[in-house]
């Protein structure tokens, strides 16, 4: 599973072991603040305004088995659409937007949100520096070795990081952050984050559904994609198992 909302410790530049590539963009958006403002955030967004997605047309880059380095350049090539295409629709919304910065690594390291690798976790989004944090090894263990010719699968799981990078552009990872901080029990903790790590997985739903047609995605892939995610963090299939 990914980490959504990892814990704030001081802020330290990406590791120089890792193949990071920072990318530009404008000045990021403000967040909500608490309160009914807050609320309006997360459930009258104004990027839900926004009438679908542009794939333009996004080739998936197919990954080299074995090959740490073919796996980096599909996550910046995935990226780079994604990147694309929600810098647009942000535009749409009559929003500021900055993209993030990648960290894809092949060997451990520090991100201001902890270090990496963590139990449990080959891919995280760190709100403290807008960071996309991926093991370029890590990733087909924690997709229990799945062949990389499913790219769609692993193309998901960065779409899905993304997401969280979109909800703290637009505010929404801001308000979840204080709803957790606000809530009484670990119960109404728990479906705070698992209603942000649902969304999350809808964004990434909206993108692989913009770049179907041309990634593309074969229903073959599609069903394990989808098998893949409902294997991760909140299953109602297995009981007892919904904790993210």
Do not use: K
Not at 19 to 29: D, H, N, T
Not at 112 to 121: E, L, M, N, S, T
Not at 169 to 192: K, T, V
């Amino acid at each position: 599973p990914s980490v959504g909302a990892p814990p704030a410790v001081p802020a330290v530049t990406s590791s120089p072991e890792s193949l990071s590539q920072p990318s530009p963009g404008e000045p990021r958006g403000t967040t909500s603040g608490t309160g009914s403002r807050g609320i309006e955030t997360a459930t009258a967004n104004r990027l839900y305004q926004v009438d679908r997605l542009n794939g333009y047309g996004c080739r998936g880059r197919p990954i080299a088995p074995g090959v740490s380095v073919s796996f980096a350049a599909f996550l910046h090539a995935t990226t780079d659409c994604l990147d694309r295409s929600w810098a647009t629709a942000f535009s749409e919304a009559g929003m500021p937007f900055q993209r993030p910065t990648r960290v894809f690594w092949a060997r451990p390291g520090r991100s201001p949100c902890g270090d990496y690798p963590a139990p449990g976790a080959a891919a995280f989004y760190c709100p403290l520096n807008d960071g996309i944090y991926i093991g370029v090894t890590h990733a087909q263990e924690s997709a229990g070795g799945l062949p990389v010719r499913y790219n769609v699968t692993y193309a998901r799981e960065v779409a899905h990081e993304y997401g969280h990078h979109v909800q703290e552009q637009s505010g929404i990872l801001d308000y979840s952050h204080e709803a957790r901080m606000r809530a009484g029990s670990l119960a109404e903790r728990n479906a705070i984050t698992r209603r942000s790590e649902l969304q999350a997985q809808c964004l990434a739903g909206t993108f692989m559904s913009a770049v179907r047609p041309s990634f593309p995605v074969t229903n073959q892939q599609w069903q394990i994609a989808l098998r893949d995610s409902y294997g991760r963090g909140d299953d109602p299939s297995r009981p007892g198992a919904r904790d993210h």
